[in-house]
């Protein structure tokens, strides 16, 4: 995977996360620019000659690496080391597109530590969207060599895979005035949402192959898919929603006049989760690629700025999360007519023989799974923090936002997975009760694509 600074995208920091693949750099030309511009700066700069936060107006005559050692500071669960990679490849990436007028002979051994599998020991806590400030200090740590790396050999990429003994640790001597420059970023926050985004696209899609089952299960028409009525309200991703479930139904059946909500309403509901989803990822594939420096080195001067803030991605994540809401609820409503005689010609619960329970234990799995899902989508956006002394009044919790982003992946996938075994049982002759635990756990496998972050 080649890197430049422009083309990054969320596929491929998932690929890098997971899929093992190396990464090479095209040109150190933007880097080598911005850090020749950094050599001639005179007067005050930020982080550079000055303290940072609320010691921004503290000339440092002799600035050492405090600012690294003191930034170093985590609590919770450990960070996967898939999502650490990522967060390096991001970070690589950003620095490739210039402006942080750091030493750019750090990035080729940025580019090594991915490549040889190595990566920062981080935790979950320790950000507010302002900057991973915590766990990009860590990674200066361990260039350092004062902390150590975690290694493991990253996963089959197909390249032949490198002996773990001739790897030596990457190390890199940071100058004191790179400090700032190689931590203020929030790579990390963008790494899970980039992960986050690519997962969900493929489970969003798989959306549609589960109530296709559905319709066709409870003999749903398909009238609210024609092309007629997605032209007369052309959002976009009602129409390729209904486009596509109109390709997997072979024929449009109208045993009812109107359906329910969940398969009358559902390109409309689902169309939105999907918009939703490309709002997110466009607001993450541009942070992916963006200088987002502070101060920005550009032209010949250093720009004090605040394009550090991550407003634009946590309110397109939690706009995101919010619409998985939605999606799920739909699904639950699916799932509750499955369990209706009234539509499927079944036993209630599609039991086997009056009297018995059948499937309805996969309601209540559905509606836990849905609490779950409404607890995450709760908005980080309408929060904010004032810290160092006053100096910083806002946050953007984007960090929050991408973290919950992630753990949405399992609830929604819960609660189709329900739908997908009770319409599975529909389709065919109930069973007698038994455990439907591996059922589900088909349905869920079915549906995952990728393991869990």
């Known amino acids: 995977m080649e890197l430049d600074g422009a083309g990054l995208t969320c596929a491929q920091v998932h690929e890098a996360a997971y899929g093992g693949a190396r990464v090479t750099i095209a040109s150190l030309d933007r880097a080598r620019a911005a850090w020749a511009t950094a050599q001639e700066l005179t007067g005050p700069v930020y982080g550079r000659s000055t303290g940072v936060g609320a010691n921004r107006g503290v000339i440092l005559d002799k600035p050492g690496l405090d600012l690294l050692r003191s930034h170093v500071c985590g609590a919770g669960p450990p960070i996967p080391p898939a999502r650490a990679r990522a967060m390096l490849v991001v970070r690589l990436n950003q620095l490739l597109a210039g402006g942080s007028g750091i030493d750019p002979a750090v990035?080729?051994?940025?580019?090594?530590?991915?490549?040889?599998?190595?990566?920062?020991?981080?935790?979950?806590?320790?950000?507010?969207?302002?900057?991973?400030?915590?766990a990009l200090a860590t990674t200066a740590l361990c260039l350092l060599g004062e902390l150590p790396w975690h290694h493991e050999?990253?996963?089959p990429s197909g390249t032949p895979p490198i002996d773990p003994a001739t790897i030596a640790d990457p190390r890199f001597p940071f100058a004191p005035e790179d400090a700032l420059p190689f931590i203020s970023s929030g790579a990390a926050t963008l790494a899970d949402a980039a992960i986050a985004c690519h997962r969900l696209r493929l489970l969003l899609d798989a959306v549609i192959d589960v109530a296709a089952m559905s319709f066709?299960?409870?003999?749903?028409?398909?009238?609210?898919?024609?092309?007629?009525?997605?032209?007369?309200?052309p959002h976009a991703g009602q129409a390729a929603v209904a486009a596509r479930l109109r390709g997997l139904l072979t024929q449009e059946l109208a045993t009812r006049v109107q359906d329910p909500y969940g398969y009358r309403a559902f390109a409309q509901v689902h169309g939105a989760a999907v918009d939703a989803l490309d709002r997110a990822t466009a607001a993450v594939e541009i942070d992916l690629n963006a200088a987002a420096e502070n101060p920005?080195?550009?032209?010949?001067?250093?720009?004090?700025?605040?394009?550090?803030?991550?407003?634009?991605?946590a309110l397109a994540l939690d706009a995101l999360r919010a619409a998985l809401v939605q999606t799920a609820q739909l699904s639950a409503a699916r799932l509750a007519t499955?369990?209706?005689?009234?539509?499927?010609?079944?036993?209630?619960f599609l039991a086997d023989r009056p009297g018995s329970s059948g499937a309805l234990i996969l309601e209540y799995v559905a509606q836990d799974a849905l609490a779950e899902l409404r607890l995450l989508a709760t908005p980080v956006t309408t929060g904010t923090a004032v810290i160092s002394l006053g100096t910083e009044d806002?946050?953007?919790?984007?960090?929050?936002?991408?973290?919950?982003?992630?753990?949405?992946?399992e609830p929604l996938e819960i609660v189709l997975a329900c739908?997908?075994?009770?319409?599975?049982?529909?389709?065919?002759t109930p069973t007698a009760d038994r455990p439907l635990t591996d059922d589900l756990t088909t349905s869920r496998h079915a549906l995952s694509l990728h393991p869990p972050p």
């Open 107 to 134: 990035l080729p051994v940025l580019a090594e530590a991915i490549n040889g599998g190595f990566t920062p020991p981080i935790q979950t806590y320790g950000a507010i969207g302002t900057g991973d400030l915590a």
């Open 394 to 409: 806002h946050a953007g919790f984007a960090t929050q936002a991408a973290r919950n982003a992630l753990r949405c992946l």
């Open 338 to 348: 499955l369990m209706d005689p009234a539509y499927t010609g079944h036993h209630p």
């Open 419 to 428: 739908e997908r075994t009770a319409a599975l049982r529909a389709l065919n």
């Open 216 to 233: 066709t299960a409870v003999g749903a028409s398909a009238e609210p898919l024609a092309a007629a009525v997605q032209e007369a309200r």
């Open 153 to 155: 050999p990253p996963p």
């Open 296 to 313: 920005l080195i550009s032209g010949s001067l250093a720009w004090h700025n605040g394009n550090f803030h991550s407003a634009p991605l």
